[in-house]
């Protein structure tokens, strides 16, 4: 398994508590749809990117953790310039991506079991009425943060299994593997989980 998906440092992001973290994300997300202003979208995607690489992260590391997500926010945004606008496709182009790299940024300086505890904290309230069990809820944030860096290795391996074979590396061609190989591990991880008694049956 590799490591997780946050990097070392003493910036002001890292050091900001989990909580702030969180709460800062949801509101620049609400901030980023109440407008469809380009010239505030634009400015907010730059300083998304620029806090992203603030984070002691390389520009190739960096461009490696989003491409997935910002691949699938161009396909959006693609959809809105046929059947929408350009004006439209462009600000959701901006938006989506801001939102992807903020979210980077933040899981950039947090590790997961900081994640897990403050998600059990949040969630204890709903916990005492009975509306969900937080250990489950916090287990299963941290396995999805915990899966990416791996879904990205398994993308490598597949990339360099269709290259030996002469094959064409289309994102589209290897998707079903990939899917089909995280559903497994996947699987493997729940029957670890419930062996151990995690979860309630």
């Known amino acids: 398994m590799l490591n997780g998906l946050d990097i070392e440092g003493r910036?002001?992001?890292?050091?900001?508590?989990?909580?702030?973290?969180l709460v800062l994300l949801f509101t620049a997300a609400i901030l980023l749809f109440l407008t469809s202003d380009l010239r505030?979208?634009?400015p907010a995607l730059a300083a998304a990117a620029v806090l992203f690489l603030s984070t002691g992260i390389g520009l190739r590391e960096a461009f490696r953790r989003v491409r997935f997500v910002l691949f699938t926010v161009a396909l959006v945004a693609a959809a809105n310039y046929v059947f929408v606008s350009p004006r439209e496709a462009a600000a959701v182009l901006c938006r989506l991506s801001a939102l992807v790299l903020l979210a980077a940024?933040?899981?950039?300086?947090?590790?997961?079991?900081?994640?897990?505890d403050e998600v059990a904290r949040l969630l204890a309230p709903f916990e005492r009425l009975g509306l969900v069990r937080a250990a489950d809820v916090s287990l299963a944030v941290g396995l999805v943060i915990r899966f990416v860096p791996e879904i990205l290795a398994r993308y490598g391996e597949i990339s360099a299994a269709h290259k030996a074979r002469g094959l064409p590396v289309r994102p589209l061609t290897l998707l079903t593997p990939l899917v089909i190989l995280t559903l497994k591990d996947a699987d493997t991880i729940a029957m670890a989980i419930d062996a151990r008694g995690f979860r309630r049956h």
């Open 11 to 21: 910036t002001l992001l890292h050091r900001l508590p989990v909580r702030g973290k």
């Open 40 to 42: 505030i979208l634009g």
């Open 105 to 116: 940024a933040v899981t950039a300086t947090t590790g997961i079991p900081a994640f897990m």
